[in-house]
């Protein structure tokens, strides 16, 4: 479920880190290789505090695939994402926040794809212009389309969102760039930070977030865009291949809190390839084999 929020700024912390490269979105750069989802921590410290954030999230709380195969309540499950070809035109679409929304036009096809569930996301790709194009609550209103609230990012670009704006996703990023694609899986690694939910977060926001969603001002809460890792030390080669190559991501990448919704679900794209008996067995790694990211004060410059 998501919620917005005015917010206010509560810091510019940054993460750093080292990649092989940047991963591909439709044969455009899902972002720069210095961008935070693309940035590996797993060399960086971990941050004070972790013991009691990890508490908060849920320590005996196992991991659970926000994705898979089939159909759930009759929607394919996961955040699919849809490619558009150049020159599908572009229409507007009416935002209940509009003063946090990029305006657009949007290239909406008649064929789009948006997540089942109350949250409805549409993610859009244009690979000609490299645009990524993400709404939230995604709906026809008397032949017009209306959304909850949008963004429009330039997969080329390291820019964030305004301080204190929402895009698609409470925390003010981009959806897509922390998506488990299949493609990556069957290729045997993921080379970059994942998407997840906590069931409470903090009225706070750490960078690369840009908004956040809550009341609650209790420092042991996360707040948006806080960063965890799987321990290094904790054992993951009994597990199925699928499952092992979002592990060893989570390893290497981390997942950022990116909403509100039920704790420690990762999110992912669904394709009928996804083995769901793989994908469960992610549920035997509890919330305590995670542990927060300390960040330091790089940060990618503005493109």
């Known amino acids: 479920m998501k919620a917005l929020a005015t917010a206010v700024a509560v810091g510019t912390l940054s993460l750093a880190g080292s990649t092989a490269g940047s991963p591909r979105l439709a044969g455009c750069p899902a972002f720069p290789r210095d961008n935070p989802w693309n940035q590996r921590v797993d060399r960086l410290p971990v941050a004070r505090g972790s013991a009691a954030i990890v508490d908060s999230i849920g ?3 196992g991991l659970h695939p ?3 195969s089939g159909l759930w309540d009759g929607a394919p499950i996961g955040i699919p994402i849809t490619i558009v070809r150049a020159g599908v035109p572009k229409v507007r679409v009416a935002f209940d926040y509009a003063d946090e929304s990029d305006r657009g036009p949007y290239p909406i096809p008649t064929n789009v794809k948006i997540e089942g569930g109350g949250d409805r996301h549409a993610l859009i790709v244009d690979p000609a212009a490299c645009t990524l194009y993400e709404l939230y609550a995604l709906r026809r209103r008397g032949g017009a389309w209306h959304a909850g609230s949008g963004a429009i990012w330039n997969l080329r670009s390291d820019r964030l969102r305004p301080a204190g704006w929402t895009s698609a996703d409470a925390a003010g990023l981009p959806i897509a760039p922390g998506l488990v694609r299949w493609s990556e899986v069957a290729a045997g ?3 970059h930070a994942l998407r997840f939910t906590v069931a409470r977060t903090r009225r706070a926001y750490v960078y690369p977030a840009r908004h ?5 001002t209790d420092p042991s809460l996360p707040p948006m865009g806080l960063r965890v890792r799987l321990r290094a030390d904790y054992p993951i080669a009994g597990f199925p291949r699928q499952a092992r190559v979002v592990l060893t991501a989570l390893k290497r990448y981390g997942m950022i809190v990116a909403d509100n919704g039920s704790s420690w679900y990762i999110s992912g794209e669904p394709s009928s390839h996804w083995s ?5 067995t992610l549920g035997r790694v509890p919330g305590s084999a ?3 990211v300390a960040a330091n004060r790089h940060r990618p410059s503005a493109r």
């Open 212 to 216: 956040y969603a809550s009341d609650l």
């Open 66 to 68: 926000d994705f898979g």
């Open 189 to 191: 690694h993921i080379d």
């Open 59 to 61: 320590a005996d709380t």
């Open 290 to 292: 995670f542990e927060v």
């Open 276 to 280: 769901n008996d793989d994908l469960r």
